[in-house]
Structures are given as structure tokens and as C-alpha cells.
């Protein structure tokens, strides 16, 4: 079955950074659009970052844009997410999700940025 695994998060201060990963198994991983969401407390879960499995551009929320990159492995069948400069406002529940005829979800990794 479709598992999607994330690891990375932490404490990190204003100004550091992370990289998130998202381990997929169950699923032909080259061939779905991925993302990363994140969800504050008390707010609503938002969109960060897409990549596409036809290889464009991947797209950004203007929040993180030039911050944050998305990427890939299609050999390790895994999906990352290059946080830098991160801020407080940064600090959320980070998921990755697959895109496609079914949608799926991880379980999430805590990002808390605090000084």
C-alpha cells in the first residue's frame, strides 16, 4: 500500500536550517506530482512547495520563495524539502502529500524555529 514517511523536523533557531525528507513506498514515485504542506497552530494547513513528475519548474508559496527548495530522488523514491533561513513563522506540522487519482498523506514532522 501507498506510505509516505516524513523525518527531518527539529528546534532550529531565526536563521538556520533544515531538510525535510519524505520517504514514499507503494507507488511507482516518478511517476506522481509531490508536495509539502505545512500546518501553525490554529491555522489552516497551507501549501509550500510542488514538484511535478513531468519535471517543471516546481512551485512556490510566495512565504517561502527563494527560502525553500523542493527536490527529488526517483532512485531513493524520495522527496525533500531544503529549508533556509527559516523564521519563526516558519514553525508548523510539515507534510508531504502525493498528488493524483487518489490523494495521500504522511504523518507529518514538527518544524519549531525559536531562538
Known amino acids: 500500500q501507498v506510505k509516505l514517511v516524513e523525518s527531518g523536523g527539529g528546534l532550529v533557531q531565526p536563521g538556520g536550517s533544515l531538510r525535510l525528507s519524505c520517504a514514499a513506498s507503494?507507488?511507482?514515485?516518478?511517476?506522481?506530482?509531490m508536495s509539502w504542506y505545512r500546518q501553525a497552530p490554529g491555522k489552516d494547513r497551507e501549501l509550500v512547495a510542488t514538484?511535478?513528475?513531468?519535471?517543471?519548474?516546481?512551485n512556490y508559496a510566495d512565504s517561502v520563495e527563494g527560502r525553500f527548495t523542493i527536490s527529488s530522488d526517483d532512485a531513493k523514491d524520495t522527496l525533500y524539502l531544503q529549508m533556509n533561513s527559516l523564521k519563526p513563522e516558519d514553525t508548523a506540522v510539515c507534510y508531504c502529500?502525493?498528488?493524483?487519482?487518489?490523494?495521500?498523506w504522511g504523518q507529518g514532522t514538527q518544524v519549531t524555529v525559536s531562538s
Open positions: 502529500r502525493r498528488h493524483g487519482n487518489a490523494e495521500y
Open positions: 507503494g507507488f511507482t514515485f516518478s511517476s506522481y506530482s
Open positions: 514538484i511535478t513528475a513531468a519535471g517543471g519548474r516546481p
